[in-house]
């Protein structure tokens, strides 16, 4: 009796094995394998033990009381240079269960990737963060918006750019190839560019020049620049964006797979929604913004000029198939909030002129001269939405940023992307099983952007942690009342951190910058 009494003493006052011990749950770890009962163990960041763990102690139990336990989200599609410095917890990704998010995308990242990360590291961050080096970024700051090609001086110098960024620990290239100045680029410049991150192992993540009528030869080109570069390519946002060719999805998957079967890793990421959001200058011919403002201004004082550009604008829209502007809502316009939330075709009435598509050009040319906007475009169909869903190598990515909340009418996939795959492809749909789109969150993304020791539930892993009600979690966010959060995702763990207890947001700061080192990212 006495000894059995000192034995359960000695339990009692013995240090506890773990920091954080999550029970009962259902865990999903990132494969795309079938749940199975866990218990979960942390210790330092990490996970230290999986399995039932009957007498195990830790300093803070989570009994997750069947819920699902999985590797946090990780988003290799987002935008939030300029945003998650003024929320540097990156509420809006926590509460959709991201834990890790990859930017720089589209060509677009911060000039000064090591300045950068210790701004944000001073700041102390609620998610890992990653970046890519941009094309855009680069090519600006060595040519400015020049409509020409390259010089072999200009090309070395961006090359040195490229180089410098991902010492600095970016993870890969972007293009927004769409955009300026990058549109304005040949695919040779491209290939060499990416060729500088490739000696690093970085991936390349493309916005490709076309999404519609064009979109095969822009998956060809994608594709070359990773076979020529020798480097993996991620294509971003996949969609067909052209009313008139809904259904082509069918084609450009299966040209990403030939690419595959040819050698090249080709993966390709999605939002699950039908409206896309960019700029308001991508309804413009790419020639006409060169140079600028001041030089759009210009061009838009000749007659003969305006007149092209008028024209050009016309002839995309019919080749889009969209009848007018109004498939395009403002999101964002410094000049005037009251717009925001209204198509183009509603605020060409609100400026008293009839909303022709003549007028509607000249609503454009006003927003463009006074600042420009940020959009939101109805573009996409269900059809091939649910098939480049239902594709085995599309990872989901919201495209999204960190949102001021209740700044401006954004896109409602900063805040609900993961839990709208999960509500409505998942739960009510069945395109997708639940351990599948876990893994398109997760490992999948993980193995692109080598984040060896994130993406998955095993021993030795980061202890990014998402635990969630599948019967429960749901996005609530739409385009008229974007501001609203998800819900269902009852405890975010990064590294060891709680983040989201209860479905509520903590005070701490649990997020690491992910430096690109050797073939692996590191915090």
């Not at 865990?27 to 230290?48: C, K, L, Q």
């Not at 072999?152 to 955009?179: C, D, N, W």
């Not at 210009?298 to 007018?324: C, F, W, Y």
């Amino acid at each position: 009796m006495r000894v059995a009494l000192l034995f359960l003493l000695a339990a009692l006052s013995a240090p506890a094995q773990y920091d954080i011990l999550i029970r009962n749950a259902r865990v999903i770890d990132g494969t795309g394998n079938p749940w199975f009962h866990s218990s979960i163990a942390i210790r330092e960041g990490r996970i230290a033990a999986i399995g039932r763990l009957e007498g195990a102690t830790a300093k803070r139990v989570i009994d997750a009381g069947g819920r699902v336990a999985a590797p946090g989200f990780i988003d290799v599609h987002t935008h939030v240079e300029g945003a998650i410095e003024k929320v540097p917890r990156a509420d809006n990704f926590l509460l959709d269960g991201v834990t890790t998010i990859v930017t720089g995308n589209c060509g677009g990242s911060a000039q000064n990737v090591a300045a950068w990360f210790q701004r944000l590291e001073e700041l102390g961050v609620g998610v890992n963060v990653a970046t890519l080096i941009g094309h855009n970024t680069v090519r600006r700051q060595v040519m400015g918006t020049e409509n020409r090609h390259a010089t072999p001086e200009e090309l070395a110098r961006m090359k040195e750019l490229v180089h410098a960024a991902m010492q600095q620990g970016a993870v890969g290239f972007s293009t927004g190839l769409i955009y300026i100045p990058g549109a304005y680029a040949p695919t040779e410049e491209v290939v060499e560019l990416a060729k500088s991150a490739a000696v690093y192992d970085g991936v390349y993540a493309s916005h490709m020049r076309d999404e519609g009528a064009q979109i095969l030869d822009a998956i060809h080109e994608a594709a070359r620049v990773g076979e020529q570069a020798g480097m993996p390519v991620q294509i971003s946002h996949f969609k067909i964006d052209t009313p008139r060719i809904w259904g082509f999805s069918e084609k450009s998957i299966a040209l990403v797979e030939e690419y595959r079967r040819r050698g090249v890793d080709v993966v390709v990421d999605q939002y699950p929604y039908d409206h896309a959001s960019t700029n308001l200058g991508i309804t413009l011919p790419a020639w006409a913004l060169a140079g600028g403002t001041d030089a759009l201004r210009e061009r838009l004082s000749n007659p003969e000029t305006r007149s092209r550009i008028v024209a050009e604008m016309q002839q995309r829209l019919k080749d889009l198939g969209h009848p007018d502007f109004s498939y395009a809502t403002v999101a964002y316009f410094e000049k005037d909030h009251s717009w925001e939330g209204r198509n183009i075709a509603e605020i060409t009435r609100l400026r008293g002129l009839e909303p022709t598509i003549a007028n509607q050009i000249e609503t454009i040319f006003h927003i463009l001269l006074n600042g420009g906007a940020q959009m939101i475009y109805h573009s996409m169909g269900d059809v091939d939405i649910e098939r480049i869903l239902r594709y085995p190598n599309t990872a989901i990515a919201s495209d999204g940023g960190v949102r001021v909340f209740g700044e401006g009418m954004p896109h409602p996939r900063s805040y609900g992307t993961n839990a709208r795959v999960l509500a409505e492809y998942v739960r009510r749909r069945g395109i997708l099983t639940l351990e599948d789109a876990i893994r398109r969150m997760t490992s999948l993304p993980a193995r692109t952007f080598r984040f060896r020791d994130r993406g998955l539930l095993r021993e030795g892993f980061a202890a990014d942690i998402v635990v969630f009600d599948p019967a429960r979690v749901q996005d609530k966010a739409t385009y008229t009342r974007p501001h609203q959060y998800s819900e269902g995702f009852d405890y975010v763990l990064v590294n060891g951190v709680v983040m989201v207890e209860e479905g509520r947001l903590t005070d701490a700061r649990g997020g690491r910058i992910l430096r690109h080192r050797s073939g692996t990212v590191q915090p």
